[in-house]
């Protein structure tokens, strides 16, 4: 953990951001950020909850070209198909 620690260090003094954690995690232990009626709405959830939350609370630039989402493993799968379905969201 104290490598990603640094790597946003180094990130946030070359250019500042706001960096927002979500978890995808359910009773089932995963969601695949996907639409679902057994699992729930993460893909909702994650491209409208989430995002206009941080658009309303703090001072961004609501746009795809100063928006940016990144996951692992299963969120890597996830926010690579959020990425692609929600290219005005996401650059």
């Known amino acids: 953990m104290e490598f990603i620690?640094?790597?946003?260090?180094?990130?946030?003094?070359e250019n500042p951001c706001i960096l927002v954690g979500?978890?995808?995690r359910n009773s089932l232990q995963g969601s695949?950020?996907?639409?679902?009626p057994v699992i729930g709405n993460w893909e909702t959830y994650v491209c409208e909850d989430v995002v206009?939350?941080?658009?309303?609370?703090?001072?961004?630039k609501a746009d795809s070209t100063h928006r940016a989402i990144c996951g692992h493993s299963m969120g890597?799968?996830?926010?690579?198909r959020l990425g692609f379905r929600h290219a005005d969201l996401f650059g």
């Open 5 to 13: 620690a640094d790597a946003v260090d180094s990130l946030m003094k």
């Open 76 to 80: 890597g799968y996830g926010v690579l």
């Open 22 to 24: 979500v978890t995808i």
């Open 32 to 36: 695949f950020v996907v639409d679902n």
């Open 52 to 60: 206009n939350y941080v658009d309303s609370h703090f001072r961004t």
